[in-house]
């Protein structure tokens, strides 16, 4: 039987692969395997907002630092309801709220503009010590991928987290081996990405994060950790839910054909 | 005789900071390892809770400072000129800018005046990273009393600023800082044969030309948004113009000036800067000035050569 998780993320998928194909570009292979995380984040119960108000002084942030994937993001705030729907249509188009990398300014919900990797990690520090600082409970989320922690800046910000003992910050690793050139183990292999974070002094927790239940406990147990930040390496795979797409990178950026489009949306009927 | 003690820029700046910090509960400072030379030690002792250090990490530290910002924080992000805003330029782009977030950047150790460091270490071209991004404010205090008053100029303005810091310390430049604003200037000396412009320190060597040649000097210390109304009226009164400044000529205050004036009143300029080098070691930082026309005798032979 599918969940209620299961069958949001079904929809959203065919919402993403709308939304590029009617853009004529973006990002869908990591919008689908990061997806589940977004899902569980948002509609899971773990994440606190309002989207009637959103900038509600104590929500949990969520930060986008891998902007490439916005369009999962962007799927997930309209379900949510900071925007109608209809507006999905929009992306990356003249004086849309929905830009190709997300834009605080822009659109409601969207708590960092991001775009160029490596930086939203160090605005979730900054985030989270915030909170700190005002002995605030909110928590900050923040998603990456694998591919991103090629970036000098991700480590950075790891040691930072650490040093000031942030557990009110979960990192979400995306790790579908994928980047925009080819597989991961070839443009720059990441070698055993926990073992890195546990010797940082991470929280590090591994899963499966394409099941629910797996994330779900992960988020759990995320939040339930102290005087550490947390972070849950997630084996994804790159265009997850369509079967030609599972796994080729070629699926890291580009628009469907409408042949391709009707194949995929058949699939996720 | 009574001697005063000579301070810096960067002086004013940490002593601003602390009082500041007092009355404003929002303010937090981001330091890459320099506390020391950005004055930072009382302010760090006084305030721990909100003074965070996150290493020679200075990428880090503007998207921290970004973080900070958007939840509410009135926050200085410090290092030297030479690495911030360069190292981390794009995070300043993107992640303060674009978002604009409420980050004031604080660049010390600008311009050849950083002396026996020599050229990696001399800021040369931080403002002309600085001025393309939209929405920057970029303010350079000339003295230790300009740097006190422009620190809580830059942290009552809700948005990023650029504030540029000096090495060296020296004796009072500027008389009187009570109407400072973002896009203001000060006219220093008046005169009516030539429009000198300039910021900074190396003012001082300014004022002491203009004494020779009857000219009107201006401080233009906000360098963006600047007082085109100011530059434009004395501009026209003298007919002539001469921008000074410790910094590369292209990008900085003589372009700023050149951009303006190219546009609606095209006039004979000069610019004094660092043409398209890099700085060098010397122990006495008044050698490079020398060396690059910044010395009160080389600035007055310009003016003289541009009257005759």
Redesign the interface.
């Known amino acids: 039987m599918e969940t209620n998780l299961e069958k949001i993320a079904r929809s959203l998928r065919k919402e993403i692969l709308k939304m590029v194909w009617q853009a004529g570009s973006g990002h869908i292979g990591g919008s689908f395997s990061s997806l589940d995380l977004l899902v569980a984040c948002y509609f899971g119960g773990f994440l606190s907002f309002e989207s009637h108000d959103p900038y509600w002084?104590s929500r949990d942030?969520f930060?986008l630092s891998n902007g490439h994937v916005c369009p999962a993001l962007y799927a997930v705030l309209a379900t949510a309801g900071f925007f109608p729907k209809e507006k999905l249509k929009r992306l990356r188009d003249f004086q849309s709220p929905l830009q190709g990398h997300p834009?605080?300014?822009a659109l409601a919900g969207i708590?960092?503009?991001?775009?160029?990797l490596?930086?939203?990690?160090?605005?979730?520090?900054?985030?989270?010590?915030?909170?700190k600082?005002?002995q605030a409970k909110w928590h900050v989320y923040c998603l990456t991928s694998d591919a991103e922690h090629n970036e000098?800046?991700i480590w950075?910000?790891v040691?930072?987290a650490v040093k000031?003992k942030l557990d009110n910050l979960t990192i979400l690793v995306d790790k579908n081996g994928t980047q925009i050139d080819g597989r991961t183990d070839e443009i720059m292999p990441l070698g055993d990405l926990a073992a890195k974070y546990l010797s940082f002094g991470f929280n590090t927790l591994e899963i499966d994060g394409h099941r629910f239940d797996q994330i779900l406990d992960g988020l759990a147990s995320a939040k339930r950790h102290s005087r550490q930040p947390t972070v849950i390496i997630a084996k994804t795979i790159l265009g997850k839910g369509v079967s030609f797409m599972e796994g080729k990178p070629v699926w890291h950026e580009g628009p469907p054909t409408k042949e391709e489009l009707s194949r995929a949306l058949k699939e996720l009927e | 005789m009574i001697k005063t003690k000579l301070k810096s820029t960067r002086d004013g700046f940490g002593e601003a900071l602390v009082k500041l910090a007092k009355k404003e509960k929002k303010i937090?400072v981001?330091d890459a390892d320099l506390k020391t030379s950005l004055r930072l030690v009382d302010f760090s002792q006084k305030y721990p809770?909100?003074f965070?250090e996150?290493?020679v990490?200075e990428?880090?530290?503007?998207?921290?400072?970004?973080?900070?910002?958007?939840?509410?924080?009135i926050v200085f992000a410090t290092s030297f000129a030479c690495f911030s805003p360069a190292i981390n330029w794009?995070?300043i782009r993107?992640?303060v800018c674009?978002?604009?977030a409420n980050v004031k950047i604080v660049g010390s150790h600008a311009g050849l005046a950083t002396g026996p460091d020599g050229a990696s270490h001399q800021a040369l071209e931080d403002i002309s990273l600085m001025r393309v991004l939209p929405g920057m404010v970029i303010l350079a205090p000339s003295d230790f009393d300009q740097a006190f008053a422009l620190t809580i100029l830059a942290a009552r303005h809700k948005g990023p600023v650029y504030l540029r810091l000096t090495r060296p310390t020296t004796a009072k430049i500027v008389a009187d800082n009570k109407n400072l604003k973002i896009g203001g200037s000060q006219i220093l000396r008046k005169g009516r044969r030539i429009t000198f412009l300039s910021y900074g320190p190396v003012l001082a060597e300014v004022l002491k030309a203009a004494s020779k040649v009857d000219g009107e000097v201006i401080n233009c210390y906000s360098l963006k948004p600047i007082d085109q109304e100011t530059i434009l009226a004395s501009c026209r009164r003298t007919g002539r113009v001469i921008t000074i400044e410790d910094h590369s000529i292209f990008g900085g205050l003589g372009s700023a000036v050149a951009e303006i004036l190219i546009q609606s009143l095209p006039l004979p300029l000069r610019m004094i800067g660092i043409d398209d080098q890099f700085g060098e070691s010397s122990r006495d930082f008044l050698d490079l000035w020398e060396k690059h026309g910044l010395t009160s005798q080389k600035i007055a032979a310009v003016a003289g050569k541009m009257l005759r």
């Open positions: 002084p942030r930060v834009s605080r300014l708590e960092n503009s991001s775009g160029p490596g930086q939203g990690l160090s605005v979730a520090v900054g985030m989270a010590l915030a909170a600082i005002d000098g800046q950075e910000g040691m930072t000031y | 937090v981001v809770e909100r965070i996150v290493g990490a990428q880090n530290m503007m998207g921290v400072a970004a973080g900070l910002a958007m939840s509410g924080k794009n995070n993107i992640s674009y978002n604009h």
